[in-house]
Nanobody, 117 residues
């Protein structure tokens, strides 16, 4: 099992960013993919999830700015963030479930996003 995030970096406030989560070693089509983030000094939080049927859910805190999609042919899920703000600075992770309760091997190592003001 392997998940790997990419697309992070240093971005300016107000710009958009798309992160990718490339998966391998399991039946990607059969799993939900959750996106999470952890900012320095804060607990990890969920920022959205896409289920196997394509249904997406988001917490109220990011609704309207975050979008999630998946390409099952590429075993890849995407997190798009519009209008980045400094509070979006965090390490972003993907996992093969929506609740974040999977064992560590079902998580990616994370990708850093830093938003400059």
């Amino acid at each position: 099992v392997r998940l790997e995030e990419s697309g992070g970096g240093l971005v300016n406030s107000g710009e958009p960013l798309t992160l990718s989560c490339k998966a391998s070693g399991f039946a990607f089509n059969d799993y939900s993919i959750g996106w999470f983030r952890q900012a320095p000094g804060f607990l990890r939080e969920g920022v959205g999830c896409i289920r196997r049927d394509g249904t997406v859910t988001f917490p109220d805190s990011v609704k309207g700015r975050f979008a999630i999609s998946r390409d099952n042919a590429k075993n890849t899920a995407y997190l798009r963030i519009d209008s980045l703000i400094p509070d979006d600075t965090a390490v972003y992770y993907c996992a093969a479930d929506c609740l974040g309760t999977s064992p560590m091997e079902w998580w990616g190592p994370g990708t850093h996003v830093t938003v400059s003001s």
